[in-house]
């Protein structure tokens, strides 16, 4: 199975601050990564796909990149809604695989 | 607008057989291009991918629970199913049914549905 380490586990942070969230595939994926965001007791939403393409009603705040195998998640501006966890999943080869998350908290 | 909903029991006993469905509305099952997923999340964890199931019937399970799981799906019915054999308190977690866009990831969930399992 491919491996999704993501880093790092948790980060605090102020409203209107730049978060870059990084998750490292095991092997490489391609483009084929995807971005969910969590809030408790609720579903994960599809933030981003294919790496850097940014899913239907989803804030231009947030961007994704893709460097080798190294993926990163950026918030350009935190807003109140935007603390949640956050969790990268490799599209590229079943079994899907998921990142561990990133809780990103109020500093 | 698509939507998906899980439904069945709430509590399971060990060693018997947690089954869940998942109603899609809003679109079709039979459509194809889509692979209609199960994932879990242990109380407080992360998310576990669990298996699919495209339109032709044809399957992936994880290899970690592939000895027990076992999907299908009733076009007729608009719905895929999941069933987990010989459960165990570590199977107890929230069970997501999702449809997953091959590559452009999970796109639609269902609500969610916690799954205990205790005797």
């Known amino acids: 199975d491919i491996q999704m380490t993501q880093s790092p586990s948790s980060v605090s942070a102020s409203v209107g601050d730049r978060v870059t969230i990084t998750c490292r595939a095991s092997?490489?994926?391609?483009?084929?990564l995807a971005w969910y965001q969590q809030k408790p007791g609720k579903v994960p939403k599809l933030l981003i796909y294919?790496?850097?393409s940014l899913h239907s009603g989803v804030p231009s705040r947030f961007s994704g990149r893709k460097s080798g195998t190294d993926f990163t998640l950026t918030i350009s501006s935190l807003q109140p809604e935007d603390f949640a966890t956050y969790y990268c999943?490799?599209?590229?080869?079943?079994?899907?695989?998921f990142g561990g998350g990133t809780k990103v908290e109020i500093k | 607008q698509v939507q998906l909903q899980e439904s069945g029991p709430g509590l399971v006993k060990p060693s018997q057989t947690l089954s869940l469905s998942c109603t899609v509305s809003?679109?079709?099952?039979?459509?194809?291009?889509?692979?209609w997923s199960w994932i879990r999340q242990h109380p407080g964890k992360g998310l576990e991918w669990i298996g699919y199931?495209?339109?032709?019937?044809?399957?992936y399970y994880n290899p970690s629970l592939k000895s027990r799981v076992t999907i299908s799906v009733d076009t007729s019915e608009n719905q895929f199913s999941l069933k987990l054999s010989s459960v165990t308190a570590a199977d107890t977690a929230v069970y997501y049914c999702?449809?997953?866009?091959?590559?452009?990831?999970?796109?639609?969930w269902g609500q969610g549905t916690l799954v205990t399992v205790s005797s």
């Open positions: 999702a449809r997953d866009v091959q590559r452009g990831g999970l796109d639609y």
């Open positions: 809003g679109g079709s099952i039979s459509s194809g291009g889509y692979y």
């Open positions: 199931i495209y339109n032709s019937g044809s399957t």
């Open positions: 092997q490489d994926i391609g483009s084929w």
């Open positions: 294919a790496a850097a």
């Open positions: 999943q490799q599209a590229n080869t079943f079994p899907l695989t």
